[in-house]
T-cell receptor, first 113, second 113 residues
Framework: GAGVSQSPRYKVAKRGQDVALRCDPI?????LFWYQQALGQGPEFLTY????????KSGLPSDRFFAERPEGSVSTLKIQRTQQEDSAVYLC???????????FGPGTRLLVL | QQQVKQSPQSLIVQKGGISIINCAYE??????FPWYQQFPGKGPALLIA?????SEKKEGRFTISFNKSAKQFSLHIMDSQPGDSATYFC????????????FGTGTRLTVIP
């Protein structure tokens, strides 16, 4: 079956621009996680959704980061006024429930110039 | 602070040899320890996972050894193959709780033919 998909795969933004990153989870997966992976590092947790409810946003680095999942399926991570330190791969993962195995998408590589 | 520490950063092994990657954690509340494999341009994929009630888990050529008292766990890849060349991440979470994964910094494994 289809796995987690993310778009765009690559995004170049000028400093100060807003960007929106999309995640399509596996069909039927209730739980959705966003992670940020800096170059040469492991992924770091950003935020968690259970259906449409954002239950945990403790990992969001600043109020410039905003995520939503309005219908409990597709999720969008928005970064406002991008900064160079936002350059990273943004990974989305979904799971049947919060305690089940997380399946990762290929990520969106964001480069802020 | 880094919740999970991983070593070595890189590893070169001859085909047929054993690859060993080590991880250590601090938070005794962690109850789930997965290993993820990541190829360039792809998202992490679950390889094998262990819970702290067992000291070893084997799946094919991959074995996790777990030492609860030392708060350490390791991945052994037996009969390493060139196709195993990838970056490996250990991780830990409170699966019975939030299940946000805390990743190590990764080990780039190269298996030489």
């Amino acid at each position: 079956g289809a796995g987690v998909s993310q778009s765009p795969r690559y995004k170049v933004a000028k400093r100060g621009q807003d960007v929106a990153l999309r995640c399509d989870p596996i069909s039927g997966h209730v739980s959705l996680f966003w992670y940020q992976q800096a170059l040469g590092q492991g992924p770091e947790f950003l935020t968690y959704f259970q259906n449409e409810a954002q239950l945990d946003k403790s990992g969001l680095p600043s109020d410039r980061f905003f995520a939503e999942r309005p219908e409990g399926s597709v999720s969008t991570l928005k970064i406002q006024r991008t900064q160079q330190e936002d350059s990273a791969v943004y990974l989305c993962a979904s799971s049947l429930s919060r305690q089940e195995t997380q399946y990762f998408g290929p990520g969106t590589r964001l480069l802020v110039l | 602070q880094q919740q999970v520490k991983q070593s070595p950063q890189s590893l070169i092994v001859q085909k047929g040899g054993i690859s060993i990657i080590n991880c250590a954690y601090e938070n005794t509340a962690f109850d789930y320890f997965p290993w993820y494999q990541q190829f360039p341009g792809k998202g992490p994929a679950l390889l094998i996972a262990i819970r702290p009630d067992v000291s070893e888990k084997k799946e094919g050529r991959f074995t996790i050894s777990f030492n609860k008292s030392a708060k350490q766990f390791s991945l052994h890849i037996m009969d390493s193959q060139p196709g195993d060349s990838a970056t490996y991440f250990c991780a830990a979470s409170k699966q019975t709780g939030a299940n946000n994964l805390f990743f190590g910094t990764g080990t780039r494994l190269t298996v030489i033919p």
